[in-house]
């Protein structure tokens, strides 16, 4: 029999995958536990003003006496890092907040985190003050809580991240009464808070009298910003705002 006659390849002469590539498990995508994700207004700290995408991360470690976000505690859903990052972007908004909750509590909010400020949006973190946020991308603009006494979590403080803000950062103070004040205004001068980034005194809604916390601050001369919840002036303790 001559060469050119010899037969051809049949499909069992053909190469076979190696059963490694055959049987590797496809890519988990990245997750997290979502219980909202909403276009508003922004209603506090630097950013106040600007229509942002809040998204709420579920789940908190912290229990503040008067927390307003108790419905984020529990439940919420998986959401792909790519299906957030596409709901974002369907809103059409410059700002974005993260939030919850206590957003560090889920790990991979810091890959989120990154993959928006990569996007190119202006990125705020709310966060309780607890946990470690140093490997928060320097990019986010952190808006930290020190928890006063009548929150009930002071005890959770973690002091060491100070040494963690920037200037664009901002350190907030959520202020019951007067005792909460008091020990607001030693932090503020034993920390020397003021030098570090911009600080927040906000008043507890139906807690302390706005004007009552106006005062104080007039009156001893402190280097700190006011502020009062524009959302709550403008829909209430509405779910979505
Ligand atoms: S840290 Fe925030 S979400 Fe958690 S209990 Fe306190 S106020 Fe509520």
């Known amino acids: 029999m001559s060469a050119e006659a010899a037969p051809p390849a049949t499909v069992s ?20 536990r979502i219980t909202e994700i909403f276009h508003s207004i922004q209603g506090e ?8 995408v809040f998204v709420r991360l579920t789940g908190c470690p912290l229990r503040c006496t008067w927390c307003d976000t108790t419905y984020s505690f529990h439940g919420g859903e998986w959401r792909s890092i790519d299906a957030i990052l596409a709901e974002v972007a369907s809103h059409g908004a410059r700002h974005v ?9 889920q790990k991979r909010c810091l890959i989120l985190l990154r993959r928006l400020c990569d996007a190119g949006y202006e990125v705020s973190l709310e966060t309780s003050g607890a946990l470690d946020v140093a490997a928060v991308d320097p990019r986010v603009r952190k808006v ?35 005792a909460d004040y008091d020990w607001a205004c030693g932090v ?3 920390h020397a808070l003021a030098a570090r980034c911009q600080v927040l005194f906000s008043p507890v809604h139906a807690s302390l ?3 009552e916390l106006a005062e104080w601050i007039l009156a001893d001369r402190l280097p700190v910003r006011m502020q009062l919840q524009l959302h709550k002036l403008l829909w209430g303790d509405e779910p979505g705002h």
């Open 144 to 178: 930290m809580d020190l928890k006063a006494p009548d929150s009930g979590e002071a005890g959770r403080n973690r002091w060491s991240n100070l040494e963690h803000l920037r200037a664009h950062d901002q350190i907030k103070f959520v202020l019951a009464g007067r």
């Open 97 to 105: 907040c993260v939030t919850g909750g206590e957003p560090l509590s």
């Open 13 to 32: 002469n053909a190469p076979v995958p190696a059963p490694e590539r055959a049987t590797a498990p496809a890519a988990v995508p990245e997750r997290l």
């Open 209 to 211: 009298k706005p004007r």
């Open 45 to 52: 700290a630097d950013a106040v003003g600007w229509p942002t």
């Open 188 to 190: 503020l001068r034993e």
